[in-house]
C-alpha cells in the first residue's frame, strides 16, 4: 500500500517510513507547504491540517502534529511547540523547564488521515522530564532535551531504533496502522 504523507521534515519522514514499512506500506513524502492554525488545541491543528492538505493533493494521505506539553505551564505549548521551540531553544528550553524539582512533560503525536471521505485521528503519546541540559545530537528538535520515563538518556541520546520503538510517533502510528491493516476503506 502507498500512502502520502505531508511532511517537509527529513527526520519524521525517515521514522515514518521505518516503522509504517514494517507492515507494508510504502510512505510518498510529500513537502507542500500549508499554513498552520496556531492553536493549543492538537485535535484541531491536525483536522484543519488535514484538510488542507487533502485540498492540494486531492488523494488519501495522512499528516502529523507533536507536540510538548509541559506539566508547570498548564500543559503548555501542546500545538504550539514549533513555535515554542524555534523561539527558545534547547538550551533556553532546559534552563527554564529542565531544573528545578518539576521538570514533567507528556510528549504527544496526533496523526490525521483523510481517506477522501472522512477525517480519522489517532493519538500516541510518552510521559517523560526535560533535561536539564540538552544531551546527544540536536538534529530533530527537542529530542535531545526529552528523556522519557524509564530512561537516564534523551531521545537523541538513545539512537533511532531505541526511540522509534517506544516514542509517542511509534505508538501513533501503531494504532493508525492497525487501522488501516482492519479497515475496508484504506
Same mark, same amino acid.
Given at each position: 500500500?502507498?500512502? =502520502?504523507?505531508?511532511?517537509?521534515?527529513?527526520?519524521? !519522514?525517515?521514522? /515514518?517510513?521505518?516503522?509504517?514499512?514494517?507492515?507494508? /506500506?510504502? /510512505?510518498? &513524502?510529500?513537502?507542500?507547504? !500549508?499554513?498552520?492554525?496556531?492553536? @493549543?488545541?492538537?485535535?484541531k491543528l491536525v483536522?484543519?491540517?488535514?484538510?488542507?492538505?487533502?485540498?492540494?493533493?486531492?488523494?488519501?494521505? #495522512? $499528516?502529523?502534529?507533536?507536540?510538548? +506539553? !509541559?506539566?508547570?505551564?498548564?500543559?503548555?505549548?501542546?500545538?504550539? @511547540?514549533?513555535? #515554542?521551540?524555534?523561539?527558545?531553544?534547547?538550551?533556553? $528550553?532546559?534552563?527554564? +523547564?529542565?531544573?528545578?524539582?518539576?521538570?514533567?512533560?507528556?510528549?504527544?503525536?496526533?496523526?490525521?488521515?483523510?481517506?477522501? =471521505?472522512?477525517?480519522?485521528?489517532?493519538?500516541?503519546? !510518552?510521559?517523560?522530564?526535560?533535561?536539564?541540559? &540538552?544531551?546527544?545530537?540536536?538534529?530533530?528538535?527537542?529530542?535531545?532535551? #526529552? /528523556?522519557?520515563?524509564?530512561?537516564?538518556?534523551?531521545f537523541a541520546e538513545?539512537?533511532?531504533?531505541?526511540?522509534?520503538?517506544?516514542?509517542? =510517533?511509534?505508538?501513533?502510528?501503531?494504532?493508525?496502522?492497525e487501522y488501516l491493516?482492519?479497515?475496508?476503506?484504506?
Amino acid at each position: 500500500m502507498r500512502l =502520502r504523507f505531508l511532511s517537509n521534515n527529513k527526520y519524521k !519522514i525517515a521514522e /515514518v517510513r521505518s516503522i509504517l514499512g514494517t507492515i507494508g /506500506v510504502d /510512505v510518498v &513524502p510529500v513537502g507542500k507547504k !500549508i499554513e498552520e492554525i496556531q492553536t @493549543t488545541d492538537i485535535e484541531k491543528l491536525v483536522r484543519d491540517k488535514c484538510v488542507k492538505a487533502f485540498r492540494i493533493i486531492g488523494r488519501p494521505l #495522512f $499528516v502529523e502534529h507533536t507536540g510538548l +506539553f !509541559i506539566e508547570t505551564m498548564n500543559q503548555f505549548p501542546g500545538g504550539l @511547540t514549533q513555535i #515554542f521551540w524555534d523561539t527558545l531553544d534547547a538550551d533556553r $528550553v532546559s534552563a527554564l +523547564f529542565g531544573q528545578g524539582d518539576d521538570t514533567r512533560v507528556l510528549a504527544k503525536t496526533r496523526i490525521g488521515y483523510c481517506d477522501g =471521505r472522512r477525517i480519522h485521528q489517532f493519538e500516541g503519546e !510518552i510521559s517523560g522530564r526535560l533535561s536539564p541540559q &540538552p544531551q546527544g545530537n540536536r538534529d530533530f528538535q527537542w529530542d535531545c532535551v #526529552f /528523556v522519557p520515563d524509564g530512561s537516564s538518556q534523551t531521545f537523541a541520546e538513545m539512537g533511532e531504533d531505541a526511540k522509534n520503538a517506544i516514542s509517542m =510517533r511509534r505508538k501513533a502510528l501503531d494504532v493508525f496502522a492497525e487501522y488501516l491493516r482492519t479497515s475496508t476503506s484504506a
